[in-house]
């Protein structure tokens, strides 16, 4: 069996390439671990990498910016079993503006936009905090802002089993497996948002409730495999960022996770998998894959 895990940063983004280089050492382990054969691409051309590739794998699993997936998972889904987001889900939640009105419909907490004042800036189809500011200057070119929330930055990483959503038709019955709640490390500078890492797993007043709203927001969306909703609880939880691929979280949640990542994500692609995880302990880690227990 092999699997193909198609990681674009490492030879394409070198700003990113630590941290796509921390999470595709992570799923490899654990494809290996259950007895995959993983196939990564070369430094080539990634679409052509992909269309070479994909044909000989039996799964494949595309990682890379938001923005980037519909085409690089549309690509893999001619080739062979793809085991993350669907590619028309991966093009809806790259619009955040357009994510946001979809959870908004759904009763599910959002940000409101403003036009004045102090608000935070980010473009429409980015990719974790990379452009994201505060700052009283109206939005440039796709971009768009919304009202600050002050309060705690947290992520639900969870894992969906072929759901049925608006930009989905697929259906399993199975609710979206949860995974973690992760704390998020989020350095303001100058206005400017920097994600650093986090911890996992997190024990929160609200964590049902936050689990809940995570469930919902990924299953409104029809997000099959890894999707992770970022989040910030205010006066209320608020989502303000839906994933609909792997991300860092699980660097953490691999370290203190009893089953193989690997396993659930083949397994939720033919809708079935575990109904809940066992996690021991717990770490914190960098964005370049640095693992402490804490």
Known sequence: MKALLAEYTTFHDPGLAPEGAA????????????????????????DHELERLAPDCDVGLVIA????????????????????CSSLVTAVCADKVRTGEILRRHGIPVPGTVDSGPRVVKPIRGCGSIGVRITEDPPGEEEFAQRYIEGEHLSASLVGSMNVGEACLYYSGKPPLALALNRQEIEVKDGVFHYLGGETPVDHPKSDEIIAIARKAVTVLGCQGYAGVDMVIGDRIYVVDVNPRITTSIIGIAAVMEEEIAGILVEASQGRGPERVHLHGRVGFTKDGQVTRL
């Open 23 to 46: 999470m595709l050492r992570v799923l490899s382990e654990s494809f290996q671990q259950i007895g995959y054969e993983v196939v990564t691409p070369g430094s080539g051309d990634f």
């Open 65 to 84: 910016p938001d923005h980037l997936l519909f085409g690089f998972t549309r690509i893999l889904e001619e080739f062979t079993k793809n085991i993350g």
